[in-house]
């Protein structure tokens, strides 16, 4: 775990040139700093994975408007849901989340032009549902008819968590 204070993280703004930004399980986060990211108008890629209960979808609708984001990685980001990402623009590639059923229900009506979506953590999609899941479990995030339609539309869903990789 980092530990980077959130009025250091306030300070990101200041890096007007930062293109990729990785804050991974970082206690500092909250909406306040991605109000302060939002702000780099260059960042293309942002790692917020295992930020848990720290972000919501309030401080995610900033995020959502970088015109230059094409990378998000919200793995393990609980307080999100599906609607969050109506709100983000038309250049986002890749999007990293935890399959969280409850939450993500809708998340179909909500995808846009996402070039590759990795939905992670007990996935379940028609292809890969074996129909052994009880009423209390996981269900497919997606319907066939969803699944069949972001395939035809070149949407790549990975069932396996690789980050994207930083570059310099």
């Given at each position: ?83 969050i990402f ?40 028609p292809e ?41």
């Amino acid at each position: 775990m980092n530990d980077v204070s959130s009025s250091a993280l306030r300070r990101l703004s200041e890096l007007t040139r930062l293109r990729q930004l990785h804050l991974s399980d970082n206690c500092g986060i909250d909406d306040e700093v991605l109000k302060s990211i939002s702000q780099l108008e260059v960042l293309t890629h942002l790692n917020l994975s295992l930020s848990h209960e720290r972000i919501s979808n309030d401080g995610l609708s900033r995020v959502g408007r970088m015109p230059m984001l094409t990378h998000l990685n919200l793995y393990c980001c609980h307080n999100i849901t599906a609607e969050i990402f109506s709100q983000f623009g038309q250049g986002l590639q890749v999007l990293i989340l935890q399959n969280d059923c409850e939450r993500m229900k809708n998340l179909y009506s909500h995808l846009h032009n996402i070039g590759t979506l990795e939905v992670l953590g007990g996935l379940r999609t028609p292809e890969f549902d074996d129909g052994s899941a009880s009423d209390d479990e996981e269900m497919p995030i997606f319907t066939e008819h969803e699944w069949n339609d972001l395939k035809d539309r070149g949407v790549k869903i990975e069932h396996e968590y690789v980050d994207f990789p930083m570059t310099m």
